[in-house]
């Protein structure tokens, strides 16, 4: 408990981040499939919601470093240190992930151009993903050391940052189609219930690693009820997302097959009430969601044991 109190400025950057990264993809994903210029256009110039996801993470780890004249070790530590190469990676793709969004505003963007700096971007964010998902996996810190604590990593970020997306879009007033939808929340679900499996898996796992001292169950004795919440909050989140679909759909109508094949019509047109009514249950739901990661992170954090101790 003590460990993850001092560490919690980085238990928010893995826990937000990660989010952001994802959402990010989700709505870049959507620019590339929407029917028409406009709507992607509109998702590409409101990617700023995940890009300050990941700025606020990147903020939060930021105290953890003392005094900014720390960040020259930051540097210097570049292919030799995870945390290192963690925050480096982070800063290439907001570098690589604010540039497509201020290019983004130009209108005489071809769907070639596109396609590429949105592989681009992409590209930097699964790598910026995998640098923070392996960053606390040292030997002598025998529980991190775990094959599934970079797999919790990203299924985490896979439930949250698919909520991040969604509410992205409905920021920027736009309605993916029931498919895409759909697809979406399928796959945070599937996330959310795998991640709850290979938790378990850990916990498990935490029963043969033990000291002198202590053994690491005892660390984290309320690991079972973490898992229990971060379903909960988790499978809450995703609900509310489809609870935002069917407003909207009860609210326009469902629309027809062949105009559901890739993306909706913007929202500009649809009903205030459902303006302002979707982005308040999406921002309800990444809010859950968030706090369910969060559970997760904090008990990682909480099972730190050193070799030796």
């Given at each position: 408990m003590e460990t993850a109190l001092t560490e919690i400025t980085l238990v928010l950057f893995t826990t937000i981040a990660p989010a952001g990264l994802v959402g990010y993809g989700v709505?870049?994903?959507?620019?590339?499939?929407?029917?028409?210029?406009?709507?992607a256009e509109a998702a590409s110039r409101y990617l700023v919601v995940p890009l300050v996801l990941v700025i606020t993470g990147l903020i939060a780890s930021a105290t953890h470093l003392g005094t900014p004249a720390n960040a020259l070790y930051v540097l210097a530590g570049v292919g030799r240190s995870p945390l290192a190469n963690e925050v480096i990676a982070v800063v290439a793709f907001l570098v690589a992930g604010g540039a497509?969004?201020?290019?983004?505003?130009?209108?005489?963007?071809t769907l070639g151009v596109r396609?590429?700096?949105?592989?681009?971007?992409?590209?930097?964010?699964?790598?910026?993903?995998?640098?923070?998902?392996v960053a606390y996996s040292v030997p002598w810190i025998p529980t991190w050391a775990l094959p599934t604590v970079p797999l919790t990593l990203f299924l985490n970020a896979l439930v949250s940052g698919v909520v991040v997306g969604l509410l992205g879009l409905a920021v920027a007033r736009q309605q993916p189609s029931?498919?895409?939808?759909?697809?979406?929340?399928?796959?945070a679900a599937v996330a959310a219930v795998a991640n709850g499996a290979v938790l378990?898996?850990?916990?498990?796992?935490?029963?043969?690693?033990?000291t002198t001292l202590v053994a690491a169950p005892d660390l984290v004795p309320w690991t079972p009820a973490a898992i229990g919440g971060f379903l909960v909050l988790s499978l809450a989140a995703l609900a509310l997302c489809a609870v935002a679909e069917r407003c909207r759909k009860a609210r326009r109508g469902v629309p027809s097959e062949k105009n559901a094949l890739v993306a909706g019509a913007s929202e500009g047109a649809a009903p205030a009430s459902v303006r302002r009514?979707?982005?308040?249950?999406?921002?309800?739901?990444?809010?859950?969601?968030?706090?369910?990661?969060?559970?997760?992170?904090?008990?990682?954090?909480?099972?730190?044991?050193?070799?030796?101790?």
């Open positions: 709505m870049a994903l959507y620019s590339l499939v929407a029917s028409e210029r406009a709507q497509w969004w201020m290019v983004s505003f130009r209108d005489d963007i396609r590429a700096a949105v592989a681009v971007v992409l590209l930097a964010a699964l790598v910026a993903l995998y640098f923070i998902s029931p498919r895409f939808v759909a697809a979406a929340l399928v796959v378990l898996v850990q916990w498990h796992e935490l029963a043969a690693i033990e009514g979707r982005p308040l249950l999406l921002g309800a739901a990444v809010l859950l969601v968030l706090v369910a990661c969060f559970l997760v992170r904090f008990t990682f954090y909480a099972m730190r044991m050193t070799v030796g101790v």
